[in-house]
């Protein structure tokens, strides 16, 4: 018991100073290399099913080569995994910049990383054949790494990107309004649960007890679609790099796309939840009305907007309620003609086609209307 009570207390403390507060920012997107790492970390576990359950019934069949078994030995479901594998992220970057940062890791980093990996109790997988020629930095062994990571990202990331990027799109959004709001004490504040910011320290509950003091380097709040339960940093940050935390953001429920075909566009998108009465929606209005988007007629009293039951928006929630972005799916919808769809309601309109830069906000009327910045 006295065991459990002390994993309750672990904790990550990260400590700021004036200037580390004057220093944050949160990354422009997510980072392939920190979703690679955490997707597959979780792709073998049970939690989460709601958000993650049928993505892992679609992914696991297509994985079990060679390059998967060397990910497999380097990255254990939980416990330490290497750091070289996710170095600092430059804001957006695209796949092949990050791999080829890992390639060029030194030989030295490469030996420190595996050798705590090695001796890392979670381990339970014995470590890759090609371990000791990885550790030595051997280009061939290198090349199997790269392949591994892109192959994993081709199957298991990039054909659900969009609606990755559209999810972490959201959540930016509503740390831009945290920030507008209440300068940068709103918005470390606004990561609570998850987060807890009381100055100088930004606290959160984590695996092991650590502490890291910033001493002015600020930090890059990294917003992570597979990232769960708990944020993540690295082990063994480079001292001339800005100190990096990933935090998981909220999910839509539904997101996984059921592919490209769209024969039921707008049913697939506000979800089976529901009555349908409540399920009709009109890009045009009924007449007599605007031109915003409405559902009619009044669901039951919900604390979310019902569009959130399925992937017509991505949703983030704040200290001022729930606030959903259309997603790509949802806004390629509404450019596009088709019966009750007038073919230029994204020229009339052209903002409606990239999510994050529209917002619908549900008021207590039922009704679901258009805010803009």
Same mark, same amino acid.
């Given at each position: 018991?006295?065991?459990?009570?002390?994993?309750?207390?672990?904790? =990550?403390?990260?400590?700021?100073?004036?200037?580390?507060?004057? @220093?944050?920012?949160?990354?422009?997107?997510?980072?392939?290399?920190?979703?690679?790492?955490?997707?597959?970390?979780?792709?073998?576990?049970?939690?989460?099913?709601?958000?993650? !359950?049928?993505?892992?019934? =679609?992914?696991?069949?297509?994985?079990?080569?060679? !390059?998967? @078994?060397? =990910?497999?030995?380097?990255?254990?479901?939980?416990?330490?995994?290497?750091?070289?594998?996710?170095?600092?992220?430059?804001?957006?970057?695209?796949?092949?910049?990050?791999?080829?940062?890992?390639?060029?890791? &030194?030989?030295?980093?490469?030996?420190?990383?595996?050798?705590?990996l090695a001796a890392s109790p979670h381990r339970r997988r014995p470590l890759p054949d090609r371990a000791r020629s990885l550790a030595d930095g051997e280009s061939e062994a290198l090349r199997r790494l790269g392949s591994a990571l892109h192959g994993y990202h081709g199957r298991a990331i990039a054909?659900?990107?969009?609606?990755?990027?559209?999810?972490?799109? /959201?959540?930016?959004?509503?740390?831009?309004?945290?920030?507008?709001?209440?300068?940068?004490?709103?918005?470390? +504040?606004?990561?609570a649960p998850v987060l807890r910011w009381r100055w100088p320290v930004l606290e959160a509950d984590y695996p092991v007890d650590r502490e890291v003091r910033l001493h002015g380097r600020g930090v890059v709040l990294q917003p992570s679609f597979f990232c769960t339960r708990t944020p993540i940093t690295?082990?063994?940050? +480079? +001292?001339?790099?800005?100190?990096? =935390?990933?935090?998981?953001?909220?999910?839509?429920?539904?997101?996984?796309?059921?592919? &490209? @075909?769209?024969?039921?566009?707008?049913?697939?998108?506000?979800?089976?939840?529901?009555?349908?009465?409540?399920?009709?929606?009109?890009? +045009? !209005?009924?007449?007599?009305?605007?031109?915003?988007?409405?559902? *009619?007629?009044?669901?039951?009293?919900? &604390?979310?907007?019902?569009?959130? /039951? #399925?992937?017509?928006?991505?949703?983030?929630? !704040?200290?001022? #309620?729930? *606030?959903?972005?259309?997603?790509?799916?949802?806004? *390629?919808?509404?450019?596009?003609?088709?019966?009750?769809?007038?073919?230029?309601?994204?020229?009339?309109?052209?903002?409606?086609?990239?999510?994050?830069?529209?917002?619908?906000?549900?008021?207590?009327?039922?009704?679901?209307?258009?805010?803009?910045?």
């Open positions: 018991m006295a065991d459990q009570h002390r994993s309750e207390l672990l904790m =990550l403390r990260v400590h700021f100073t004036p200037d580390d507060v004057a @220093r944050v920012r949160v990354a422009a997107g997510p980072d392939p290399l920190w979703e690679i790492v955490n997707s597959f970390q979780g792709l073998f576990q049970g939690g989460d099913a709601v958000s993650f !359950g049928l993505w892992r019934q =679609l992914v696991r069949p297509c994985l079990g080569g060679p !390059g998967d @078994r060397l =990910l497999a030995g380097l990255l254990p479901g939980r416990g330490y995994f290497p750091d070289f594998l996710t170095p600092a992220p430059s804001g957006g970057r695209e796949l092949a910049a990050g791999l080829d940062t890992v390639l060029g890791t &030194s030989t030295a980093v490469l030996r420190r990383d595996l050798a705590l054909p659900f990107w969009p609606q990755i990027c559209a999810q972490v799109d /959201a959540d930016r959004a509503a740390r831009a309004r945290a920030v507008l709001a209440g300068g940068a004490d709103g918005l470390l +504040a606004s990561f690295l082990a063994f940050p +480079a +001292a001339d790099w800005t100190p990096v =935390l990933v935090y998981p953001v909220e999910h839509t429920p539904h997101w996984v796309s059921s592919g &490209s @075909r769209q024969g039921t566009e707008l049913g697939a998108l506000l979800g089976e939840p529901g009555p349908r009465s409540w399920r009709t929606w009109s890009p +045009a !209005g009924p007449p007599g009305s605007s031109r915003r988007g409405s559902v *009619s007629p009044a669901p039951p009293p919900v &604390s979310t907007p019902p569009c959130c /039951a #399925g992937p017509a928006c991505c949703s983030a929630s !704040g200290a001022a #309620g729930t *606030s959903c972005t259309p997603s790509p799916r949802s806004a *390629s919808l509404c450019s596009k003609p088709g019966p009750g769809r007038p073919s230029d309601v994204g020229r009339r309109n052209p903002r409606l086609r990239r999510a994050g830069q529209v917002s619908f906000t549900w008021r207590i009327t039922g009704r679901m209307s258009e805010s803009r910045p």
